[in-house]
């Protein structure tokens, strides 16, 4: 490893010479005495002095210090590692970049320029949509670096509170990151230069809603090489789905499709080979998740071992040419699996391929014409690739409408262009010429809208700018694509005549229209008919052998017709049966050629960079022989010279890349006027919002740069301390630093990324305090609402529950009154009862006839002396008994019923000695003859009263009731109490 880097060392000190800026040796040298401080440097724009010599040896010291990430200005150097390194990319580290607030204090990072991108739209800072251009030589690492930012912004792009959003986020971000395997599988294969290259440009589209969340994506491809279906250069592979299949087929497809393990195809050169993307069980799980059953699946995988098959269907040469080319002994098994596979008739594949058909004369008369063996063979190549490509165009289209949303459901996204790098191979042809046009023209978007358009941007807007000079590829563009002469348009020209190519005519025609034009040139020592053109990154020599066909791309009708005969559902749908056209020669005269295809489809994706905000990722490759830790001085020189990184580091660090209008700026940190927010004549773009009406302290502007002016500087000076922010030219006084971080133009606003995020944490800080203020505002109003709820509350309960007492109050004052009157007449009449007992005395003489009075006991010996119940029954028959204390006691004793007998009578009195009733005085009584007392009904209750009656009942007082003789019990005990 050192001897590594002692031999880099040694070619950078070589590279000194090929500077082209006017930095003496000695200031060099001064800059690079310092080895151990040369991978500090995480921005190239701190280098001084800037050339090549400084700059590769920066990159140098990071590579071999494990840092694979460099600043430059507006663009991110992205070294290839070419191994695993652990923890680059994990979660945790996209986490730390997306929430810390100033992204630009990390280390270098693509999730860096992610991050910006998303905080882009995020502030809606015109344009919204940004773009991420990842460009490099083939083998930089552009495949991989797109790979990560997408699933970057997949998982910032994804949080959300709502678990029903968020699972719906989550889906559409496996289904975003599964596009990507399909993708590499069907479109990547492995070349000289790289084991994984992309062999289609691709946009991809991550739509975004308001709330920048996930919602969707969308896939565009450009120029599919087809080509490398049928044919592959030397050491290169096929596309990576063949391998795929061939060695991850289970044994019943092996059998079913023919796949034995001593069957070798021509169409599937280097397959010992093991790469990392041969991973069947990936691609076809990816495949499920975008919405490819495993059915649908079957059928494309037969498909494409029905290509392999055809492959090894070879012809020789016939005897005599007036037949057809004779068929290959060992090629016949072949033609019966293809035909089998792609269930079309064998006997007519067979024929469309050997023979040609061809229509002549107005009545369009048909002959067959025997092809030979090349036709043949470009016959049978034709078929594959034009199965290849339709099958290539309905994958991306089952990927848009599984990924792809609603026009209404995204309203902002953010572009990740994926394009082959620059190719130069020993055999260069229409592809490779393509594939180069179109890094020209990313290289030129890049030269218009940083290099050349911001320079004269500064100029128009009154900046003191020394212009610095740089490597335009306009000639070269003009060499391609210009009009009225180019090789475009000398080669569509000669593609739509209806005649054979003619190389040597073709390169002719090249030198007589092109002789002015110094980036075109031609090797006379070639044997071969060429033309060497000189692009931005280096020289490339194309062959003309075999390029006007390739650009024609035909397909012979009946070639199509045998197609649309298939029976299987798949290839039925990829070739459905029209219309046939009533002129087919002047169909085919205006038959679309490859090449004005793709200047169509590459104009429309440069329109749409020129409408975002672009990023830039240069991908640069350490070594051609893709090593880890091997850092080829010569071979990175070439690439920093192609791209211009030099003068891109120039202006980055004198310039500005933050360029706002004022319109725009006043409409985002209006608000951070003192005296108030500056209302606007129109309607703001600015989230949709209008402009406030004018108010009370606030600036109004007509819209002119005059009246923007002031307002915009007064803003720069309330944002830094108070002091006036005016252009560096008027006034020569003003602070360095602050010259150096903005400056107001006519009509714009330039600034720093730090004078940016400057005003968005000013305006951050402003939007917390009216927000406190609005929370206090609302959190006063709903207390006080609350406190008035309260109140009303408080009072509604008081007035009912005060009816309700009222209510009670009254229910318990008519059954008090109730109560009261029914014991009052109770009471009354009870009293009276007692009364009239008590003070009637006619009656006492027949209480001689109660048996057991002392008065009488005589009476009762003949009663006592017969046994016999009817008898006392006779005796007492007449009898009317009627007693005082009887009375009373009856009334205070619930009887229902009494009959008149003298029986029942003496019945009830003998119960009356066990019943324990109440009485409600204890009243005493003295008797002047004796010291006995009873009780009075009659006296007040708690009061002890004496009374004499002249006729009083009581005669019997003092005599004690023989209990012996007295049929009744307790009746005395119950009327009197012994004192």
């Not at 059915?295 to 995988?301: G, L, S």
């Not at 730090?754 to 939007?767: D, K, Y």
Request: aromatic share 8%; charged share 20%; proline share 4%.
């Amino acid at each position: 490893m050192a001897t590594r880097q002692t031999n880099g060392l040694k070619d950078s000190q070589k590279v000194l010479d090929y500077t082209t800026l006017n930095h003496t040796v000695e200031e060099i040298k001064a800059f690079l005495i310092n080895e151990d401080e040369l991978h500090q440097f995480d921005d190239l724009t701190k280098v001084n002095p800037v050339t090549t010599a400084t700059v590769l040896r920066c990159l140098q010291a990071r590579y071999a210090a494990g840092v694979f990430y460099t600043n430059a200005g507006c663009t991110l150097v992205a070294l290839n590692p070419f191994q695993c390194v652990p923890n680059l990319y994990s979660s945790e580290v996209m986490k730390e970049y997306h929430h810390v607030s100033q992204p630009q204090e990390l280390k270098p990072h693509i999730f860096t320029v992610a991050e910006q991108a998303f905080r882009n739209v995020q502030s809606h800072i015109e344009p919204i949509n940004q773009s991420l251009i990842v460009s490099g030589e083939s083998g930089a690492g552009k495949t991989w670096t797109s790979r990560c930012l997408m699933n970057y912004f997949a998982t910032v792009a994804a949080s959300s509170t709502s678990v029903k959003c968020q699972e719906n986020v989550e889906r559409i971000e496996k289904r975003v990151l599964d596009s990507n395997p399909v993708m590499e599988a069907f479109g990547n294969a492995s070349t000289l230069r790289n084991h994984n290259s992309s062999r289609f440009g691709k946009y991809i589209q991550l739509q975004l809603n308001r709330c920048q969340q996930l919602q969707g994506a969308s896939v565009q491809t450009y120029l599919l090489e087809k080509t490398r279906v049928a044919y592959q250069a030397p050491s290169e592979r096929n596309f990576h789905i063949f391998y795929q299949i061939v060695k991850g087929a289970t044994e019943e497809q092996k059998s079913e499709w023919g796949l034995h393990e001593a069957a070798e195809f021509f169409w599937l050169p280097n397959a010992e080979n093991t790469l990392e993307e041969d991973q069947f069980d990936e691609t076809k799980n990816a495949m499920l998740h975008l919405g490819i059953d495993h059915a649908t699946q079957h059928q494309v995988f037969t498909i494409l071992v029905g290509l392999l098959h055809l492959g090894n269907v070879q012809f020789s040469s016939p005897m005599d040419e007036s037949y057809p080319c004779d068929l290959k002994a060992e090629a016949k098994s072949f033609l019966a699996t293809t035909a089998n596979l792609l269930k079309i008739s064998e006997e007519d594949l067979l024929e469309q391929i050997r023979i040609r058909t061809i229509k002549a004369g107005k009545q369009h008369q048909i002959f067959k014409k025997p092809c030979s063996k090349m036709e043949c063979e470009t016959r049978r190549d034709c078929v594959a690739k034009v199965i290849y490509a339709k099958l290539f165009d309905w994958l991306v289209k089952v990927i848009n409408g599984s990924i792809c949303s609603h026009s209404f459901g995204w309203t902002n996204f953010i572009g990740l262009l994926d394009v082959y790098g620059f190719e130069s191979f020993p055999q260069n042809n229409l592809e490779q010429l393509c594939i180069n046009y179109a890094n020209e023209k990313l290289q030129q978007h890049f030269v218009r809208h940083y290099l050349k358009a911001q320079q004269e941007e500064y100029t128009s807007e009154g900046l003191e700018w020394s212009f610095i000079s740089y490597q335009d590829n306009q000639r070269c563009l003009d060499l391609i694509e210009g009009n009225p002469t180019s090789i475009f348009s000398l080669l569509n020209e000669e593609s739509r005549l209806n005649r054979n190519s003619d190389e040597n005519l073709f390169k002719t025609r090249l030198q007589t229209a092109l002789a002015k034009n110094h980036c075109i040139s031609w090797d006379v020592f070639s044997k071969v008919p060429n033309f060497i053109v000189a692009h931005y990154a280096g020289k490339v020599n194309y062959q003309i052998k075999g390029m006007v066909e390739k650009n024609k791309d035909p397909v012979p009708p009946e070639l199509m017709q045998l197609l649309q005969t298939s029976r299987d559902v798949l290839l039925m749908e990829l070739f459905p049966i029209e219309e046939k056209a009533h002129n087919d020669t002047k169909v085919q005269n205006k038959a679309v050629t490859v090449v004005s295809k793709f200047k169509g489809s590459l104009e429309s994706l440069m329109r749409i960079l020129n409408s975002t905000t672009p990023h830039y990722i240069r991908c640069i490759k350490p070594n051609m022989d893709c090593k880890p830790r091997l850092f080829t001085s010569q071979e990175i020189f070439t690439q920093l010279e192609a791209c211009g990184l030099v003068e891109t580091v120039n202006i980055s660090a004198a310039g500005f890349p933050i360029r706002v209008p004022c319109q725009h700026f006043l409409e985002r940190y209006g608000l951070l006027e003192k005296y108030g927010p500056i209302n606007l004549p129109s309607p703001a773009s600015v989230n949709g919002c209008f402009s406030t009406k004018k108010g009370k302290g606030s600036l109004s502007t007509d819209g002119s740069s005059e009246t923007l002016q002031p307002a915009v500087q007064d803003i720069l000076s309330h944002v830094l301390d108070g002091q006036s922010i005016v252009s560096s030219f008027h006034n020569p006084a003003a602070n360095q630093f602050r010259r150096s971080i903005v400056h107001c133009g006519k009509t714009k606003l330039f600034m720093t990324h730090g004078m940016l995020e400057l005003l968005e944490s000013a305006r951050n800080q402003t939007l917390d305090k009216k927000a406190l203020c609005i929370q206090y505002s609302w959190r006063r109003y709903r207390q006080r609402k609350l406190a008035r709820s309260r109140r009303a509350a408080t009072l509604i309960q008081a007035a009912i529950r005060s009816w309700l007492t009222r209510q009670w109050i009254k229910k318990l004052n008519h059954a008090a009154i109730v109560l009261q009157r029914a014991w009052k007449a109770w009471k009354i009449k009870m009293e009276t009862l007692a009364d009239d007992e008590l003070d009637d005395t006619s009656y006492f003489k027949e209480i001689e006839l109660i048996p057991g009075s002392p008065k009488c006991s005589s009476l009762f010996l003949p009663l006592r002396a017969s046994p016999n119940k009817q008898s006392q029954s006779i005796c007492v028959e007449n009898l009317n008994p009627c007693s005082w204390p009887l009375g009373l006691t009856l009334s205070s004793f619930c009887i229902t019923t009494m009959t008149p007998s003298a029986y029942e009578i003496l019945k009830a009195f003998a119960r009356l000695t066990i019943l324990k009733l109440k009485w409600r005085n204890n009243h005493k009584l003295k008797h002047t003859r004796s010291h006995r007392g009873i009780a009075s009904i009659r006296a007040l209750p708690e009061v002890q009263v004496k009374f004499h009656c002249k006729r009083s009942p009581l005669l019997f007082a003092d005599t004690y009731p023989e209990h012996q003789k007295c049929m009744i019990i307790g009746f005395n005990q119950i009327l009197l109490e012994k004192v």
